[in-house]
């Protein structure tokens, strides 16, 4: 038999109800999240140029070792290492006994030749009016005129010997290719000189130190740097009172994949022959800086796929994502070319959760370090 719901039980649902409703009406509301803490720091222009310091090696303009072009033995030398000499100035004179020799049995047998040519001349002619006669046969005068045609070549043959050695004549004495300074000797008089080849040792060596040849490597980060006409400034520790004044001319066009450097030459007057090739020097790179420079921290560019960019944060400390061109790294800085203003407010390693418009609170900004 079953038994009617009880009218107090049935009230029991809505009173807990209420109840609910009574205690979450006196709980106060959640109150919003705080805005998220920034560091931030400034941009700031540039003080003046912004040196690039780099090792380099001091070359001389142009080296040559001198080698001698014929055989023979040491009359005299002239110049010693040190000395200044100048373009055609004679190095070394060389006594060459054997070519000498040579040149007068080929003047002997030129001679001869022209002995020969005339004899078979005289005999072609001949045998021309024998032949008008019909004393000879057509056939003994092609003979005649084909001994006068080898005689002819057997003179040119004997004349190219004569001339070949004359020029050897001309290497006797050994001349100076530029103007420059000595930088070795390896001759004595009276000694033995073979004609030069790769295996053989060099009388002389020269080199031209009025200008000089400063080779670099400069990092991939800074080739920004480097553009030719770009002043750069020497230092050698040697020298510690004098900055030399030089300047960019070329570079090599490609990074070394290597070392991910570009080979680039700087052009240093030297007239007072004060440096010498082989010193080892620093050079700075004092590139110009655009208009629109800025420093920024490193860790305030961001790097992805799309790019650099900044997030500044504006007046009403609301954060904005900028994209930016950026050029050197110089370490602690880097340095933006464009798309962000002197002065700008940046968050120093901004989160991922930043988005566009996000209002932060901002701790003191850091001292820029110039």
Same mark, same amino acid.
């Given at each position: 038999?079953?038994?009617?719901?009880?009218? #107090?039980?049935?009230?029991?649902?809505?009173?807990?109800?209420?109840?609910?409703?009574?205690?979450?009406?006196?709980?106060?509301?959640?109150?919003?999240?705080?805005?998220?803490?920034?560091?931030?720091?400034?941009?700031?222009?540039? $003080?003046?140029?912004?040196?690039?310091?780099?090792?380099?090696?001091? %070359?001389?303009?142009?080296? +040559?070792?001198?080698?001698?072009?014929?055989?023979?033995?040491? #009359?005299?030398?002239?110049?010693?290492?040190?000395?200044?000499?100048? $373009?055609?100035?004679?190095?070394?004179?060389?006594? +060459?006994?054997?070519? /000498?020799? /040579?040149?007068?049995?080929?003047?002997?047998? !030129?001679?001869?030749?022209?002995?020969?040519?005339?004899?078979?001349?005289?005999?072609?002619?001949?045998?021309?009016?024998?032949?008008?006669?019909?004393?000879?046969?057509?056939?003994?005068?092609?003979?005649?005129?084909?001994?006068?045609?080898?005689? *002819? &070549? /057997?003179?040119?043959?004997?004349?190219?010997?004569?001339? #070949?050695?004359?020029?050897?004549?001309?290497? *006797?004495?050994?001349?100076?290719?530029?103007?420059? +300074?000595?930088?070795?000797?390896?001759?004595?008089?009276?000694?033995?000189?073979?004609?030069?080849?790769?295996?053989?040792?060099?009388?002389?060596?020269?080199?031209?130190? &009025?200008?000089?040849?400063? #080779?670099?490597?400069?990092?991939?980060?800074?080739?920004?740097?480097?553009?030719?006409?770009?002043? !750069?400034?020497?230092?050698?520790?040697?020298? =510690?009172?004098?900055?030399?004044?030089?300047?960019?001319?070329?570079?090599?066009?490609?990074?070394? @994949?290597?070392?991910?450097?570009?080979?680039?030459?700087?052009?240093? &007057?030297?007239?007072?022959?004060?440096?010498? =090739?082989?010193?080892?020097?620093?050079?700075?790179?004092?590139?110009?800086?655009?208009? *629109?420079?800025?420093?920024? @921290?490193?860790?305030?560019? *961001?790097?992805?796929?799309?790019?650099?960019?900044?997030?500044?944060?504006?007046?009403?400390?609301?954060?904005?994502?900028? =994209?930016?061109?950026?050029?050197?790294?110089?370490?602690?800085?880097?340095?933006?070319?464009?798309?962000?203003?002197?002065?700008? +407010?940046?968050?120093?390693?901004? @989160?991922? &959760?930043?988005?566009?418009?996000?209002?932060?609170?901002?701790?003191?900004? %850091?001292?820029?370090?110039?």
């Amino acid at each position: 038999m079953k038994h009617a719901p009880s009218p #107090r039980r049935a009230l029991i649902p809505f009173a807990l109800a209420a109840l609910c409703c009574e205690v979450l009406a006196a709980e106060p509301a959640a109150a919003p999240a705080p805005p998220p803490v920034v560091a931030v720091a400034r941009a700031v222009k540039p $003080a003046g140029g912004i040196d690039l310091t780099l090792p380099a090696n001091i %070359e001389a303009w142009q080296e +040559t070792r001198v080698h001698a072009r014929i055989d023979g033995y040491v #009359r005299r030398w002239h110049a010693d290492i040190g000395d200044r000499v100048e $373009a055609g100035q004679v190095l070394v004179e060389i006594d +060459t006994p054997e070519v /000498d020799q /040579d040149l007068a049995r080929a003047r002997a047998s !030129a001679a001869q030749a022209t002995a020969n040519l005339e004899l078979a001349r005289v005999s072609y002619e001949r045998w021309q009016r024998l032949q008008g006669r019909q004393v000879v046969s057509e056939q003994d005068l092609d003979e005649r005129h084909a001994t006068f045609d080898a005689r *002819k &070549a /057997d003179l040119k043959a004997a004349q190219a010997a004569v001339e #070949r050695l004359d020029a050897l004549q001309k290497f *006797k004495k050994v001349l100076a290719p530029f103007a420059g +300074t000595v930088t070795l000797r390896n001759v004595e008089n009276g000694s033995l000189i073979a004609a030069g080849g790769s295996d053989t040792k060099e009388i002389y060596r020269i080199a031209e130190t &009025a200008r000089l040849r400063i #080779r670099v490597r400069v990092p991939q980060a800074s080739l920004r740097a480097v553009a030719n006409g770009v002043e !750069a400034r020497v230092l050698v520790a040697e020298f =510690p009172d004098r900055v030399f004044q030089g300047k960019v001319v070329r570079s090599a066009g490609a990074v070394d @994949p290597g070392s991910r450097t570009l080979l680039t030459e700087i052009e240093l &007057a030297n007239a007072d022959g004060a440096l010498m =090739p082989g010193l080892f020097a620093q050079v700075k790179l004092v590139p110009p800086t655009g208009e *629109k420079t800025v420093l920024v @921290p490193t860790n305030a560019v *961001k790097l992805d796929g799309k790019g650099a960019h900044v997030v500044v944060v504006d007046a009403a400390q609301a954060v904005h994502l900028l =994209p930016v061109a950026i050029g050197r790294n110089l370490g602690i800085q880097i340095e933006v070319l464009s798309g962000l203003d002197e002065g700008a +407010t940046l968050v120093l390693n901004p @989160p991922d &959760a930043l988005k566009e418009g996000m209002r932060v609170e901002v701790k003191a900004p %850091e001292k820029p370090k110039v």
